[in-house]
């Protein structure tokens, strides 16, 4: 069974940062590619960033380069999300998940940034 529980979203004012973790049990999570994901009501879940299973290949969606970075511990069965200078744009609910046929969803972190 998929479990993936998410923390460390907060509030922060514009320009913060805040570390994001994800730990995942019941898959053979150092084997799948990761994913980080963000959903404000009303708009469907998109992908934020997502980084391989051997942390080899890292991408990110066009608005968050060179602020957010993605990272993982294959001992741990942990994802991370390091986001720096925040933007109310980046409020949302936050969730981690594998990179590819994403299945169960956690309770999602949620980041609120005030401008």
């Known amino acids: 069974q998929v479990r993936l529980m998410e923390s460390g979203g907060g509030l922060v004012q514009a320009g913060g940062s805040l570390r994001l973790s994800c730990v995942a049990s019941g898959f053979t999570f150092y084997t799948r590619g990761m994913a980080w994901y963000r959903q404000v009501p009303g708009k469907e879940r998109e992908m934020v960033a997502s980084i391989s299973s051997a942390s080899g290949v890292i991408k990110y969606m066009d608005s968050v380069e060179g602020r957010f970075t993605i990272s993982r511990d294959n001992a741990k069965n942990m994802v991370f999300l390091q986001m720096n200078s925040l933007q109310f744009e980046d409020t949302a609910m936050y969730y981690c998940?594998?990179?590819?046929?994403?299945?169960?969803w956690g309770p999602g972190t949620q980041v609120t940034v005030s401008s």
């Open positions: 998940n594998t990179q590819y046929d994403p299945e169960s």
